[in-house]
């Protein structure tokens, strides 16, 4: 069975103060591993798709990258508006299901 | 822009009265999902659709059927809601083939009273 960990389970930042996320995955042929932002109350909103170890993508203050075992989200010089709950999600094998991390609640403060 | 909608936004139903959901797209995409996703905790796939093909996950109660008229549309009935269904429901759909990032509605939240 496939097995998404995510770490911590919360982070709490001050502006400006860089920090990576974890997402540690067991699974047999993985498709893909993808993150997602999630603000409350509302449906998870795509960031990046990675395919391979060794990939890297990036999106403004947010940059991805894949291992064998795990993935980082690492946020540079992070702003209040960064402040999510932050989702990772692997898909394995033909399957379209993706099988997701608890997530990772991120707080930035001014 | 094209987009994953949901309706209504909010829904609130007593104890054992059926509810339906929807969720409608523009992406044109051949795979739409259900999840459901409790306070803190990671979505959990209720079923999916390839086309018209159903697939139910193992672990989802009777109680939640689906259905998909077309390639826009698609619905979760709940037909007797318990109080441990209140939660975010989330649609998103993929495109299938090789394109496997899905995209998210932004929820409909059911409250049981």
């Known amino acids: 069975e496939d097995q998404v960990t995510q770490s911590p389970e919360a982070l709490r930042l001050q502006e400006g103060e860089s920090s990576s996320l974890n997402c540690s995955y067991t699974?047999?042929?993985?498709?893909?591993l993808f993150w997602y932002r999630q603000d409350p109350g509302k449906g998870p909103e795509f960031l990046f798709t990675?395919?391979?170890a060794g990939e890297e993508k990036e999106k403004e203050r947010l940059k991805a990258t894949l291992t064998k075992k795990e993935s980082f989200l690492h946020i540079t010089a992070p702003k209040p508006e960064d402040s999510a709950t932050y989702l990772c999600a692997v898909q394995a094998g033909g399957d379209y299901k993706l099988s997701f991390g608890a997530g990772t609640t991120v707080t930035v403060r001014a | 822009d094209a987009m994953v909608i949901q309706n209504p936004r909010y829904q609130v139903t007593q104890f054992g009265k059926p509810v339906t959901l929807s969720c409608s797209q523009t992406?044109?995409?051949?795979?739409m999902y259900w999840y459901q996703q409790k306070s803190s905790q990671a979505p959990k796939l209720l079923f999916h659709?390839?086309?018209?093909?159903?697939?139910n996950e193992a672990d989802t109660p009777d109680n939640f059927q689906s259905r998909r008229p077309n390639t826009s549309f698609c619905f979760l009935d709940i037909r007797s809601p318990g109080l441990g269904d209140a939660a975010m429901y989330l649609c998103?759909?993929?495109?299938?083939?090789?394109?496997?990032?899905?995209?998210f509605g932004p929820g409909t939240r059911l409250t049981v009273t």
């Open positions: 992406l044109n995409h051949n795979v």
């Open positions: 699974v047999s042929g993985l498709r893909g």
């Open positions: 998103a759909t993929s495109g299938g083939g090789t394109s496997y990032e899905q995209y």
């Open positions: 659709y390839y086309d018209k093909d159903f697939n």
């Open positions: 990675l395919y391979s």
